[in-house]
């Protein structure tokens, strides 16, 4: 028998806790579905190391703040917190249910799950995040590599790297964050296609989403913007920060090609190499929205307010600031959040109520 619910939102991260906390005030049926075996969503595929370059309170979602960790919190840390967020407010989440496929059926949207489940919802709101499609450059030679090849979703921390010849792709906090990670474990490289930007040590991601959220009111009013530091310039946390004061903190140019055993270098240098990580960026994870919709080149979806143009009762969130202004992150996805729950108390259920 085909269920139904008023709301159901896709994923079991951080944007769907957000749009969780704002529904549970106005809709009847409100369903989570987290395709996950527990809490944390992306959070849980993350290497051990990892930390946050925000502090605690930076790094929080509407209504409860992150409780104070020392430094910046860890890996450990951002997974607590979600967890006992999602029991604090008593979402009612579903795992694991994974969404293959979204169609329309009628005004209403009709899910259709892994294990053959059918789910019609009055409203949809798609909170899947980029873990779930991370993107790897496909370079020369490439398919004829015989070493280890994978993208920093896989990444799982440095032991099974001991020893090995390995390079680490990306100028952003993750290739950063990674091959500090690596260095005193295996011979390892940091390559990067452009120089990477370094902060200052007393800059972070607080810093950064207020020169961000600084812009973003100049733009939406008309002034000329201030300038600001990009969001992926590499914050000085604490392992990174150590192998620079180590004079360790070097980032080599991109190679050209790979080998059968390595890569080729810019001089035409030939290397070998036992793995490459790539910390290359991700992607809007939207497969679960075929056949309803098709993501264009750069992976999203054309938007009317935080609608998707496809149809008047998906609400996509959390994807980057196309689904809104700092969407991406824990601090910013409160206030689209919020949005996306207003405009479905509006326009999906107080029009059904009438």
Partial sequence: MLRHHDVVIIG???????????????????????AEPGPG??????????????????????????????????????????????????????RPVRVVATHADGPRLCLVTASGQEISADAVVSATGTWGNPQIPSLPGQAAFGGELLHSAQYDGPQRFAGRRVLVVGAGNSGAQIFADLIDHADVRWVTLSPPVFLPDD???QVLFDQATARYKAQQEGREPPPAR???????????????DR????????????????????????????????????????????????????????????????????????????????????????????????????????????
Wanted: proline share 8%.
């Fill in 230 to 244: 990009s969001l992926g310039d590499i914050v000085m946390v604490e392992s990174v920060r150590r192998i620079r």
């Fill in 203 to 205: 800059v972070d991601g």
């Fill in 41 to 94: 969503g992306a959070w849980r595929h993350t290497w051990p190391s990892l930390r946050l370059f925000s502090p605690a309170r930076w790094s929080s979602l509407p209504g409860w703040l992150m409780p104070s960790a020392e430094g910046y919190p860890t890996r450990e840390d951002a997974l607590a917190y979600l967890t006992e967020y999602e029991r604090r407010y008593a979402l009612p989440v579903e």
């Fill in 12 to 34: 079991g991260g951080q944007a769907a806790l957000a749009a969780g906390y704002y529904l549970r005030r106005s809709a009847r049926s409100l369903v989570v579905l987290d």
């Fill in 247 to 354: 004079g360790l903190l070097r980032a080599e140019p991109m190679f050209t090609a790979f080998t059968p055993d390595g890569v080729t270098w810019p001089d035409g240098r030939k290397e070998a190499i036992d793995a490459v990580i790539f910390a290359t960026g991700f992607r809007p994870a939207l497969q679960h929205l075929s056949p309803l919709v098709q993501p264009d080149a750069r992976g999203r979806l054309p938007m009317e307010g935080p609608r998707a143009a496809a149809h008047p009762r998906l609400y996509p969130l959390g994807y980057g600031d196309w689904t809104g202004f700092a969407s991406a992150t824990i601090i910013g996805v409160g206030r689209a959040a919020r949005a996306v729950a207003e405009a479905i108390a509006r326009d999906v259920l107080s029009a059904n109520d009438g």
